[in-house]
């Protein structure tokens, strides 16, 4: 029966921890390696490679590439978890920076392109809620709990330092006897 047991706890453990590589393995996705550009398309090459040739002098394209990484930073990938467009490998963040640096270049500024994407996704799509509505409890409840813990503690404290003064007084007088009981007890020795 305990061979049986062992075998079946081994064997959860077993499904457990594949379960969580097989997880870990969805998520991680690897970007494939860029290709070598036709004959003909030498200047296609920027989009072949990702990065357009003039971004690497230009410095209002290198101004341009920080905005747009700032901006997917703050953007949650919707197929990997808890990861930025930036720091994702999925194609479909690849798409969603592509389209983020589009807009900024076309003229939007950050709050529209976030606003773009809030309308396709949702607010789910910002890494960081924003502070308004049902969210302000995301930024406001730890306050408030510190303040009443702290409201509680102080009470607490205050009770207990007060108990301790008055016990020492609650103690002697138990220790003294009323009169009644101090003449139970004389007569009781009396008689025996």
Known sequence: MRVAKRAVLMLALLVAWSGQRLAQAQDTVVA?????????????????????PSSLTDPAEAELDA??????GELRCPVCRNQSVLESNAELSREM??????????????????AYFVSRYGEWILLQPRARGINLLVYGLPGVALVVGLVLARSRLRKWAGAGSSGATTRESSDALSGDDERWIREALRES
Do not use: F
């Open 32 to 52: 494939p390696a860029p290709t070598a550009p036709a004959v003909g398309e030498q200047e296609g090459m920027g989009a072949t490679y990702g990065a357009d």
């Open 97 to 114: 920076q592509s389209v983020v640096r589009e807009r900024l270049a076309a003229g939007e500024t950050p709050e529209q392109v976030k």
């Open 67 to 72: 905005l747009a990484a700032e901006v997917a």
